[in-house]
């Protein structure tokens, strides 16, 4: 069981964060293997970048079982600009393939009636697919109640002090992510997911955070020793 402070302050962020952001959901797509693509384009790319490049893959391959003959080289030129092409390239390639010899069609709409543990083995199977990918999936156009947790959510609840790590990563661990998941009421995973996605973005950047214009700053551990201190001690306050 959490300890009530805490699950009081999760639920306080989820109701400020959702009266700012609205759960924009961030142009993710509602087919299965449509938003699988998308995010595979997104993985350490800016939002302009992977949107371009995801719209200009569909155009070329509008019928997303061509994308399981084409060839990784042709699928990496149109995706290059996002970076780690050939990697994407192959995993975009492999979902298509993989739901071709599943589901005898060129979309995973067959997830739905999976569980969501065989639905997130099922996803890891794919290169490139962790985790996160697996559950941003499964979050998404499956429906499920998971908490993916991407660099954004991951600073900003390592800030919020919902989690202790020693040292500075930028990036969660499996467990770490599970542990993190276990914390959120499975009512507002979803709509605290995306919304702290959009405070990432917008105020609590990776560098210098936005904490004096922040709409947690009030209740944020990290965004009240930040108002506090001085730029020699950044250390500190990140």
């Not at 600073?155 to 202790?164: N, P, S, T």
């Amino acid at each position: 069981m959490n300890d009530p402070s805490t699950d009081r302050m999760i639920r306080r962020v989820f109701r400020i964060l959702r009266r700012r952001y609205k759960d924009f959901a961030h142009f993710n797509k509602n087919d299965v293997l449509g938003n699988l693509i998308f995010v595979i384009c997104s993985v350490r790319a800016t939002e302009p970048v992977y949107r371009r490049v995801y719209d200009k893959l569909r155009a070329r391959y509008p019928d997303a079982g061509a994308l399981g003959a084409a060839s990784v080289a042709s699928i990496a030129a149109l995706i290059k600009d996002s970076g780690r092409q050939r990697q994407k390239a192959t995993a975009i390639r492999t979902a298509v393939r993989l739901a071709l010899s599943t589901f005898g069609r060129a979309d995973l709409e067959g997830l739905h009636g999976y569980t969501d543990a065989d639905c997130q083995q099922f996803l890891m199977r794919i290169p490139w697919v962790g985790l996160k990918v697996a559950r941003c999936i499964m979050m998404i156009p499956l429906n499920r109640s998971v908490f993916p947790v991407d660099t954004h959510v991951w600073r900003v609840c390592l800030r919020l002090g919902w989690i202790k790590q020693n040292g500075v990563k930028a990036f969660c661990s499996n467990a770490e992510m599970e542990e993190l998941q276990a914390l959120i009421p499975k009512n507002i995973r979803k709509s605290l997911h995306v919304n702290m996605i959009s405070l990432g973005r917008e105020f609590c950047h990776s560098g210098r955070p936005l904490c004096d214009k922040c709409p947690l700053r009030a209740i944020c551990r990290t965004g009240a020793v930040r108002t506090t201190c001085s730029d020699n001690r950044m250390r500190d306050c990140r």
